[in-house]
């Protein structure tokens, strides 16, 4: 099967799910606590599994990875072709009814990341890429937008972030959005990362970034992010696929600068842990490199 075809299942698959979680908003069966401030949702669960059922149907010697797990199942670290799904991107919004969530599924291989869709059911938008055949929304091509020149560039830049759940690492994001915001047109929190990360593709706003996401929440949008013309990296400017959870998506124009002013407000930025102080890693985390096929 080839990435055309793979995008077509990836879109059958996007769009079922979305359906599902479309029909659970205002109704998400239970929540529990995955974390501080980290929601699962009941729904979430039935969409990822309308989603496997979808996608391993299509392409049944293909691996799956989901956010929701099952915990108890081996991580397919070594598996040639990976789905990597987050079936409820932006939980805390669809549990309180808010409809600004989205459906992300992408897929590497051996060569790497290949395709992505992250669809916003709510709207109806489905944005899609394939690997060098551009990016899209709702079929139609999408680009970065660069607003003005020199310091017009910034004051005419509308910048998307959202934060982590931990104490710590919420304060650095607070701490980090002020920075930014004070130079830009403004700093919108969306509440979805992949959403976040396509409106940079698709030119709603100029720049993406957060301090601690996990692979399910970029896989899709760093397709989608390349096909359009965007600079996606981690937050200290190095390849994404090695990131510490930190992530910054801009038009091109906007990155240096951008950069420049995350380290400003986070010197600690890309460093190891302090001692004494735990970061959970997430289910990737034991073989990163393994699963992002590098």
Not at 49 to 70: H, K, V, W
Not at 173 to 182: D, E, K, M, Q
Request: net charge negative; hydrophobic share 40%.
């Amino acid at each position: 099967m080839d990435d055309a075809e793979r995008l077509e299942v990836a879109i059958r698959a996007a769009r079922a799910g979305g359906a599902v979680a479309l029909a659970h908003l205002g109704n998400p069966l239970y929540f529990k606590l995955k974390d501080r401030r980290d929601l699962l949702v009941g729904a979430a669960l039935v969409v990822q599994d309308t989603i496997r059922q979808s996608l391993l149907a299509a392409c049944p010697d293909d691996a799956f990875l989901g956010e929701e797990g099952p915990d108890d199942e081996a991580l397919p670290v070594n598996a040639e072709r990976l789905w990597i799904v987050d079936p409820i991107d932006g939980s805390i919004n669809f549990f309180r009814g808010l409809p600004n969530f989205a459906v992300s599924i992408g897929f590497r291989d051996a060569h790497g990341f290949r395709v992505g869709v992250v669809y916003d059911p709510s709207r109806d938008e489905l944005f899609s890429a394939r690997f060098t055949d551009g990016a899209r929304l709702n079929g139609e091509r999408i680009y970065v937008h660069v607003p003005g020149e020199g310091e017009d560039a910034y004051e005419q830049s509308l910048i998307g972030t959202d934060l982590h759940g931990g104490t710590e690492e919420r304060v650095r994001g607070l701490r980090a959005a002020t920075h930014v915001g004070n130079r830009m047109l403004g700093v919108v929190m969306l509440g979805s990362p992949a959403l976040g990360l396509c409106y940079v593709a698709a030119g709603r706003t100029h720049a993406y970034f957060h301090l601690k996401l996990h692979l399910w929440d970029v896989a899709a949008a760093a397709v989608i992010l390349q096909e359009s013309g965007a600079v996606f990296t981690n937050g200290t400017g190095g390849s994404w696929l090695y990131s510490d959870g930190s992530y910054l998506a801009t038009n091109g124009r906007l990155h240096g600068g951008m950069l420049r002013l995350l380290r400003a407000a986070v010197p600690e930025l890309g460093s190891p842990a302090r001692p004494g102080v735990s970061r959970r890693p997430h289910r990737c985390a034991r073989s990163q490199r393994a699963i992002q096929g590098t």
